[in-house]
């Protein structure tokens, strides 16, 4: 009988909720305790803190990959519109999203903002909520706005579960997501250091885990996953270190990951589930809850097209620090057909990686392209040309 | 300062046929294309920005000469220009997804930033980005500030997902406007904010847009003297763009008004490119833009079957007047908030829905189109369920076209035909289903 090493059985375990559409984890959650909610989100972020404050699960719903047959959902949308709403609507219309209680959706971008005013009309017995985020980063103009928005949210989910959420639940709160992005942040330096060790299509099934698990949970299965990758030794390529960007919103299919991996690239950062990274260290935890959490996204957060740079020399800034800080030899822009955002913001950052002389490439994808062997190529092809003219 | 009293005497001898006041706009936006193209020479700093949530009355206060890229990029498509800049911004590097106001207004800097009237227009010395809703003005301001390298400053607008202004998003527009925009439009023009020039042109708007709504209601008679969505694309041109506060559109407004009132009198239809139109067989009610690149045969295939469009909801994209909102001058920073939360696009679903079926109801049309355009997913994510839940809660049927507004690959004129007039022959089915109603 041969062990399956525990690596191993963390992904595999990861993977089965990455393919479990019908949310069997979710559902699990909710009945373990009579009365508990689940609250579904949308990518790029919104304040899980407030959900679990409200002692909540928080469901990060990334639409339904490659894995089912979009039929319902395309009579909702034309065929220049994305993939991820038509896929999302088609799991919520099919009864797969019934576990939830509510729904919320942030702001990134026209089409997700509409699918919160879709999700109004067609789940009416449903919270629904779509959450605004400040584009203006000053304290006292869109902090003040952010702190009255997440007032609201903080009263919503305070009347669903029928009692208040206090500054002590929402601190608690804090420190446990905390600790969630202290660990996802050390698996990503981990995986930085030692690519081979943690490959990318396990870490992306690592992070999907934690949109259906609980975080203290997630948290733990982050620690395990690293400390099990580090006892398994993998054998070291000779593989070009690139930058994966674009990918923040609708998902490309695992196997996608795994060919940009076999085709010679060691993917030592990306954009997946920036929710789980977006502010970029703790949040104070004995101060005022939603002040703390307002200074957090106005100054230390993540950057991405979604989000306005204020001025023209703020553009590709956080993309270059990222791609020093995991040295990086190239970055892969990776974004979904039809997504405004990425595609938009993509020429604005190949001009600023060309003066750079960062090398880069680009390709869309859908969530369920199916047609791997072209991006694989392409892929390929980048690596060599990093490996064999590069002169960074 | 761009504002006379004078209504200008139009001196075109007209090819098509057009009401007076239509060829006074285009003469009015031909105008405002030579101020730019001039404004270097007379000394003037020159801002661009977005239709919706267009702060014109503010951008007078500190003597900017105004560019809107949209109406630049929708003149181009007029002009049958558009469809090699989108070739030349895709050969730049952009994507065949994206929007193509956006690729139009790049290819039209790639080529030496030639206006849609032969005139170079002047870069921009900022760029006010009102994120009013439409996500991809935030990126096209970016893509225009990385190319030219000038400042820009927002104003993010909150997006009314619950179908409300709540007080902290009119505070919130406010608080950026007196902090950040207009000390900015301040520092970058070199002339202080006087809040009581702000009221004045605001009280020329408020007569125009008592006015326009005048004329866009007249709809509501049988016959419509107005086609209200492409004849409508000649009456809000001025209001919509660099005009609302001058005199000269007060005037505009009030000459086109007379015009309207008059034809209104004489039970007279809406004046298409082809002269008088004939009977008024059909009313609709249109959600989306138009497409610009072909626009006069779009047109045409409306009139030629007797169908007017009573109302669109694109008639409303630079401002909702039509349910009460006026500038207001006692107010001036509040109402220019207002205005902006309360543009078309910003509206959420349900309530856009709302807007549709009481159109349907007052309008006493037929049905609704939409005029789905690939560009612009603020307008079209949503719009097929917009056609069922319309065709739900009115009874009246509803038909769906896919166009776009400046990229002349997407407009199939037999396509957009066979369906239209599908369309029409099921209107008149259902009439005849149901005699009692008409």
Redesign the interface.
Known sequence: MTTVAPVIQIVERCQALFEDLELNAVKQWKAAVPGRKAIGYMPIYVPRELVHAAGMLSVGILGGGDQIEVIQGD????S??CRI?RSTIELALTGRLDCLDGML?P?????I??????W???FKDKYV????V???Y?D???G??YI??LQ?LRDDLGKLRGVPITDEDLNASIRVYNANRRAVQDLYAYRAKNPWQAPTSEVYLVLRAGMVLPPEEHTQLVRDYIAAAEALRRPKRDNARVVLNGSFCEQPPLGLIKSIEMAGCYVVDDDFMLVTRWLLDDVPASGKPLEELSKAFLHRSATT??K???K?ED?GVFLLERIKTSGAEGVIFAAP?????A??????L??VLSQHKVPHTAF?YAENTGQMAPIREQAGTFADSIKLWSTT | MNATAAMPQSTKKPPVQKEDAMWLQKEMINRNYHELATAREQGRKVAATFVPGNLNELLMCFDFARSLPETNALQNGLRKKSGKFILDAER????E???NY?KADLGMMLGGEIGPTGEALPKPDILL?S?TG???F???F??I??KY?CE?V?L?V??Q??GKI?P??R??VV??LK??VIPTLERISGVKFDIDRLRQYMKESTKAEEDLVAVLQSAKHRPSPIDGYFGAVYYIGPIFTAFRGTPEATEFYRVLRQEIEQRLREGKGPITPDGEMGEEKYRLVVEGPPNWTSFREFWKMFYDEGAVVVTSTYAKVGGVYDFGFRHDPEHPIESLAEYCLGCYTNL???S??DMICKYIDDYQADGLLIN?I?SC??F??????ILR?VERRTGKPAAFI?TDLVDPRYFSASNVKNRLESYLQMVKQKRAAAPAAH
């Open positions: 009579a909702y949308y034309q220049y519109i709403p959706f702001s990134i971008c026209d089409v903002r509409n699918l919160s005013g879709m109004q009309i067609l909520r779509y959450f605004d400040p584009q203006n000053e006292a103009i869109g003040t706005f009255n928005e609201a097209a979604a306005y740079d204020a023209r553009k057909s039809f997504c405004d955002p595609l938009l913001e993509r020429p604005m190949q001009d869309k | 730049d590097g952009q994507s997804d994206v929007c956006v980005l994120y439409c996500f991809t935030m990126k096209w970016e893509l500030r990385h390298g820009s927002m993010h909150p997006y997902g619950e709540a902290n998003m505070n919130y608080k950026q902090e950040t959420n679903l349900p856009r829905i789905s690939k997913n603020s079209s994510a949503g719009q097929l369920l839940e896919e």
